[in-house]
Each structure stands twice: as C-alpha cells, then as structure tokens.
C-alpha cells in the first residue's frame, strides 16, 4: 500500500492550491480516503473524506466553504482543492486509507507521507 501526496507549496491568503493523493496496491474502489492535516503544536485534524467509489464525500466544517475533496477513479487519485487559503491552514496536509464503512472516528490503516502547505499573511 502507498500513498504518495503532492501539490503542497507556500501562498499569499487568499490562494487557492490543489493538493493529490495517488494511491496504490490495493483495490482503490473499495476504500475511503482521507485528508488530515497536522499545524506545529496541535494534535492531527481530520478535513476531508471521500468513500469509496467516490459516491460521497464530507468535508469538516472549519472549511466546508473552502475545500472540496474529489477523486479520479481511472487514476487512483484524489484530490482536496483549497479555496480562500488562511493562514490558519498552514500545516502538513496527509492522505490516509480509510476501511469501509467510513465514520469520522474510523482511525485511517495507511498513511501517506504528507505535504507542507504553508499560507502567509
């Protein structure tokens, strides 16, 4: 199983980035993903899930109005596009596997390395 995340970079507030998750190894279809994230001195936050398929997803609601988590099933991809960036979404941004069937307390059984998204003032 891997989990590989890219697209994190540093922005201005107000940015927008799209970060993606390629995963590989096992059935794609059959799980959730999930984005997390983790900001210097604070514990690891949930942000964005997908279930499997991609037939629903649900955001957090720190950033309902902000981030949208989809997926490209052709190329075991997802993907948490990031709106009106603040600096307050500066952390290590990972992706995780999530078993079926998904809640919000389903601990993830893989992790990916995580990307640095850093937004200044």
């Known amino acids: 199983v891997q989990l590989v995340e890219s697209g994190g970079d540093s922005v201005q507030a107000g940015g927008s980035l799209r970060l993606s998750c390629v995963a590989s190894?096992?059935?794609?279809?059959?799980?959730?993903i999930g984005w997390f994230r983790q900001a210097p001195g604070k514990e690891r936050e949930g942000v964005a899930v997908?279930?499997?398929?991609?037939?629903?997803?649900f955001v957090a609601n720190s950033v309902k109005e902000r981030f949208t988590i989809s997926s490209d099933m052709a190329k075991n991809t997802v993907y948490l596009q990031m709106n009106s960036l603040k600096p307050a979404d500066t952390a290590v941004y990972y992706c995780?596997?999530?078993?079926?069937?998904?809640?919000?307390?389903?601990?993830?059984?893989?992790w990916g390395q995580g990307t640095q998204v850093t937004v200044s003032a």
């Open positions: 997908i279930a499997s398929s991609g037939s629903r997803t």
């Open positions: 190894g096992f059935a794609f279809s059959e799980y959730a």
């Open positions: 995780a596997r999530l078993k079926e069937p998904w809640t919000w307390s389903t601990n993830p059984d893989y």
